[in-house]
């Protein structure tokens, strides 16, 4: 059994097909099928079922593929233990973000980052909770930037900083005329969402009457027609006169148009908010890294 071979069957499970998987492992097909029918012999036991076009994991497969991974990520420890063993400041650090945290925390955190740790640069990506989640466990990035709550096995989160919501409305809105706004006045208005996926569209239907989705339902439009997959966009649509949202306060008033085409308000009485996570693993082997990621998000919050 060899770190390899491990590293096939993780490839075939993830694939499902042996022909990609060997293309994710720069290697034939040939070659990886013969590695792992050479494994399977080796265990004793068929880790896939093979169809035309078609690979399945096994039940026990599902077993020895959860433990390759543990196995290919702590050899991955062993290789950053040895390589930033003298500077863990020094090689880049792999950093995830949600969507909307991402483009809105960068521009300022690049920089930041950048003085405090110049050997160190960012590799960044963007994706949603879930993924980003399945990506650290699985070693592919280092630490993520997520909104709480957020509990994984073998993980540590570290809160980060609060950050308020506010509605974005139409400069030409009636509610202009209003200093602060209620969620009752939002409950009357169409209210434009993130699509399924996006946990801050998850945030803002809890601090939002149910009767918001009854509402639009109502009108004749569905759900559907009012969510988009972006909070670029959403502000784009609100600054057009289709409706109004709620978004976090980073996000709310970052373009040019922002003073002409849309006006943004706080909320009466107790602002809904969410709180800004930092999450890595607890084997991750650079914890200054870490550290001087954590004193750079929040110099870029100040």
């Not at 265990?43 to 026990?60: D, H, N, Y």
């Not at 991974?69 to 050899?75: G, I, K, N, Y």
């Not at 400041?89 to 909307?100: E, F, M, N, S």
């Not at 670029?232 to 373009?255: K, N, W």
Request: hydrophobic share 45%; glycine share 6%.
């Amino acid at each position: 059994m060899t770190l390899n071979e491990l590293k096939y069957i993780v490839a075939v499970a993830r694939a499902r097909h042996f022909g990609k998987a060997a293309e994710a492992c720069f290697i034939s097909q040939p070659t990886l099928s013969v590695a792992v029918r050479k494994l399977e012999n080796e265990l004793g036991v068929e880790l896939f079922e093979r169809r035309q076009g078609e690979v399945t994991v096994t039940p026990v497969g599902e077993q020895v593929v959860a433990q390759a991974q543990r196995v290919l990520e702590e050899a991955g420890v062993i290789r950053e233990i040895v390589e930033h063993g003298r500077d863990q400041l020094a090689a880049p650090l792999r950093l995830g973000a949600i969507y909307t945290i991402g483009p809105y925390l960068f521009p300022h955190l690049i920089t930041e980052l950048a003085e405090r740790a110049p050997q160190m640069p960012l590799i960044i990506e963007e994706n949603y909770t879930h993924v980003l989640s399945e990506k650290l466990k699985q070693g592919e990035v280092d630490a993520i930037l997520i909104s709480l709550p957020f509990e994984e096995h073998g993980i540590l989160t570290l809160p980060l900083y609060e950050e308020s919501f506010v509605a974005l409305i139409p400069s030409s809105h009636p509610l202009n005329a209003k200093e602060q706004l209620s969620m009752e006045d939002i409950s009357r208005e169409k209210v434009l969402l993130l699509g399924s996926g996006h946990c801050f569209r998850d945030q803002v239907l809890e601090v939002c009457p149910d009767y918001i989705r009854k509402r639009n339902m109502a009108e004749g439009t569905t759900v559907a027609d009012l969510e988009s997959s972006s909070l670029e966009t959403i502000r784009y649509m609100v600054a057009s006169g289709m409706g109004v949202t709620i978004l976090p306060c980073s996000a709310a008033g970052a373009d040019r148009f922002s003073e002409r085409l849309v006006s943004i308000k706080r909320f009466e009485d107790v602002s809904p908010s969410r709180i800004v996570a930092l999450a890595w693993r607890k084997s991750f082997p650079r914890p200054q890294a870490i550290d001087v990621l954590r004193e750079a998000v929040l110099a870029s919050k100040l």
